[in-house]
């Protein structure tokens, strides 16, 4: 009852975002060419709806339109909505899609694929050579779908790490950035204090927003399995396969934060605790960095990767939080639109991003490449997270996935938060939980 609930609910929101879609798409946004131009072909872009990710497309499509008078790409930022992907999926259903959008959640790819709403770019000759110079093979292959092709590009990743506030670690005694678990219990310690003597902490190590909510996990127990397991996702060849040891280590992190009272369980509303220094950790990506330098230039802080259990080995991980660039099925021009691709992502443009937004693009010549090296002498926190991005993950293209992330909020919940249930079986439960609706989907 209760998934034939939510797939009638997604149905009916589906549908009045289609019309609203469609109802759109009758205005300006692809129009033909002009009768004066009948050559010239017209594309559509959908950049996100952010103000500097709107203004670096205008600045690229208006650089592209100059240099290609014959091919003219018109920029529409995607219609705001409940979600991105939301709005996606209608699109695809009423066939309005743009021909190029460079806000692809790799979450959702499984969806967009079903419905045939998008381009296989490795049917291009140039693909392989293309993105073989601008992706490491070992992460591009975690981009490819389970049908063999490549539907999506990985544009730009915003790994998230800790972020830590240096005078609150100084004040508290505390020398070392913590590493490992019981490193930062050590060091949480210290850092959770009653500043004023009331008998009340006024300060934690570390919060968390406890509210079951789906994507809250992937600034918590997901980055974190990804560390812990040296790098894996929650699914291994379509299966779900985080019934494991690193799963429940997490989750028994994140209990004894919250039972030693390291964080608090309560939702913060007047502000985030990290700018108002009620916390002295704060686990984001680089958005993050952009926030502190408008609204709390005061503070003194230090970017490190996620901690991890104590006989952890080798690199550490992370979840990127990745938008791809993809081209859909709806275009009557794929050649051009790849061609556009390209242009969008290459290293001349790759700097914009990185200057106009403070995004890391996917590429792994990013440390080595003389091109960027100013930009990084200028912006030293951000080469941080341009160390992590190549040990970084997204995540799977699974149908449903928000469901099974919400799942997992509501075992993070009740183990993690309020100690009701063990790790053991809070994970069994999210797992069972994540094979029934796996089930339901085939």
């Known amino acids: 009852m209760g998934l ?4 009638l609910t997604r149905f009916f929101f589906l549908y009045a975002i289609c019309l609203c879609i469609v109802l759109a798409g009758c205005g300006d946004s692809k129009q033909s060419p002009s009768p ?14 952010n103000p500097q990710e709107i203004q670096l497309a205008d600045t690229l499509v208006q650089r592209w339109n100059r240099l290609h008078p014959e091919i003219q790409v018109r920029m529409q930022p995607i219609p705001v909505s409940q979600s991105t992907e939301e709005v996606l999926l209608a699109a695809i259903a009423g066939k309005t899609t743009p021909d190029i959008c460079s806000n692809i959640w790799p979450g959702a790819l499984h969806e967009y694929t079903r419905s045939g709403g998008l381009v296989p770019l490795d049917q291009f000759e140039d693909f392989a050579s293309f993105v073989g110079n601008r992706t490491p093979q070992e992460l591009l292959k975690t981009f490819q779908s389970t049908d063999g092709h490549f539907y999506q590009i990985p544009w730009k990743t915003n790994p998230v790490m800790m972020f830590y506030n240096i005078r609150m670690f100084e004040e508290a005694g505390v020398r070392e950035v913590p590493k490992t678990y019981s490193e930062f219990f050590a060091a ?3 850092l959770t204090r009653d500043l004023d003597g009331d008998g009340q902490v006024d ?3 570390g919060e968390r927003d406890i509210r079951p909510i789906w994507w809250q996990r992937l600034f918590d127990f997901y980055p974190f399995y990804i560390a812990a397991s040296g790098g894996k996702t929650l699914f291994d060849l379509g299966n779900p396969a985080f019934g494991n040891d ?3 280590r997490v989750m028994g992190f994140f209990q004894e934060c919250y039972s030693r009272g390291y964080f608090p369980r309560t939702f913060f509303q007047g502000g985030d605790p990290f700018l108002l220094e009620r916390k002295a950790t704060h686990f984001s990506g680089p958005w993050q960095v952009a926030a502190l330098q408008k609204l709390a230039p005061h503070i003194r802080y230090g970017v490190a990767p996620l901690l991890v259990p104590d006989d952890h080995q080798g690199p550490v991980y992370t979840y990127g939080d990745y938008k791809n660039v993809a081209v859909f099925s709806t275009t009557q021009h794929p050649r051009e639109s790849w061609e556009f691709v390209k242009f969008l992502l290459t290293a001349e443009h790759d700097l914009l991003l990185l200057e106009i937004t403070n995004q890391i693009p996917v590429r792994g010549d990013l440390l080595t490449n003389p091109l960027f090296a100013g930009y990084f002498q200028r912006n030293p926190v951000m080469k941080r997270f341009a160390q992590q991005a190549l040990a970084t993950r997204g995540v799977d293209a699974a149908p449903d996935l928000k469901e099974i992330l919400d799942g997992i909020s509501q075992e993070y919940e009740a183990c993690a938060v309020y100690g009701r249930k063990s790790p053991a079986v809070a994970i069994a439960d999210a797992l069972r939980r994540t094979q029934l609706i796996v089930e339901w989907n085939r």
């Open 4 to 7: 034939n609930h939510m797939h």
């Open 36 to 49: 004066e131009s009948p050559s010239v072909v017209t594309l559509t872009y959908w950049p996100a709806p």
């Open 188 to 190: 949480a310690q210290k």
């Open 203 to 205: 300060v934690w190590a």
């Open 246 to 248: 690193a799963s429940r």
